[in-house]
């Protein structure tokens, strides 16, 4: 059943106009275009734009020309030049290879000089003798210079030894006992002082006077208390030979005074008497310590015999 109120429902009834003033001051504008004619003319501006896109160049073709490739160049090795950067590898590594350098060097240096010294002291087979400070021959000296070497025979017959009466012959017994060598050295202070019975002992198995051994051992050192016999221990001063147990400046060095005084004896009875057949102190000095060598060969020889003289007259000489 309908509402009184849809039974009562009226007509709609007109809009009231209403007049409002309006206050805002009029401005300048501009029109604008319709809206239909802008996208008309973007459509218009891109149809073009696809058209010109679109349309391909022309390709004008043309003749490739045809293009011979030119023989290959040797290439040539190049020359390679000393520079600088060469030099950088010993610039960077300096500070180790001078200190190194200068190691070898002075080993070097050390070592030729080793080997010159062993070079000067070392004998060979054949010696340059100079005994006593006098001229140097070429002789064969191994057969004298041993061990416990012995006398060798002589080829031809020596004369006796007569000191005593003026003759002056190394060959021959004894002409002074023990007791008065002994005294001798003593007198002088030698260092060899006690040792008359070895100086002795060596004559008569050399069948050498000892008497001419004491008058050189005193001529050439006055009994070793000067000179390079204080060292060498040396009776008659000898220089290098083949089997010298000890050599220093050409100088013979012996261990003790009895090895000195044996090679001694064995160079007297070896090689002056059984080889050279020299057997006076005239014979002997010329050519034991010469005039040549800066040595007074006559004095030497006197005052050998003026030491004989006077030991076996019983008198010790005090200077």
Not at 37 to 49: D, L, N, P, S
Request: charged share 15%.
């Amino acid at each position: 059943m309908a509402s009184g109120n849809y039974a009562r429902k009226t007509s709609p009834q007109a809009p009231i106009e209403m007049t409002t003033k309006t206050l805002v001051p009029a401005r300048a504008t501009r029109e604008l275009p319709q809206t239909g004619a802008i996208e008309r003319t973007t459509e218009t501006k891109f149809a073009q734009r696809d058209i010109t896109i679109n349309r391909a160049p022309k390709t004008v073709q043309t003749a490739r020309p045809t293009i011979t490739p030119a023989p290959p160049t040797p290439r040539l090795r190049p020359r390679r030049l000393i520079t600088d950067s060469m030099n950088e590898p010993l610039r960077r590594n300096r500070f180790w290879l001078q200190p190194w350098l200068l190691c070898v060097i002075c080993v070097s240096v050390s070592l030729l000089i080793l080997i010159s010294a062993a070079m000067a002291q070392r004998p060979g087979d054949v010696s340059l003798l100079n005994f006593g400070g006098g001229q140097s021959y070429d002789i064969e000296v191994g057969t004298w210079a041993q061990a416990t070497p012995g006398p060798l025979p002589s080829a031809t017959a020596a004369p006796r030894s007569t000191a005593a009466n003026g003759t002056y012959s190394v060959i021959g017994k004894p002409t002074l006992t023990v007791a008065f060598i002994n005294q001798v050295l003593a007198t002088y202070h030698s260092p060899a002082a006690g040792l008359g019975q070895d100086l002795y002992n060596l004559g008569v198995q050399y069948d050498i006077d000892p008497a001419f051994a004491l008058a050189f051992f005193m001529h050439e050192s006055s009994f070793g208390t000067q000179g390079v016999a204080r060292y060498s221990l040396s009776l008659g001063n000898l220089r290098c030979y083949t089997g010298v147990p000890k050599c220093v400046n050409n100088y013979a060095y012996y261990p003790t005074w009895q090895a000195g005084f044996q090679a001694w004896y064995a160079l007297i009875r070896n090689v002056y008497v059984s080889e050279w057949h020299l057997t006076t102190i005239e014979q002997i000095i010329p050519t034991y310590a010469p005039n040549a060598d800066n040595n007074d060969e006559a004095e030497y020889i006197a005052s050998l015999k003026n030491e004989l003289s006077t030991w076996h007259s019983g008198t010790v000489i005090v200077q």
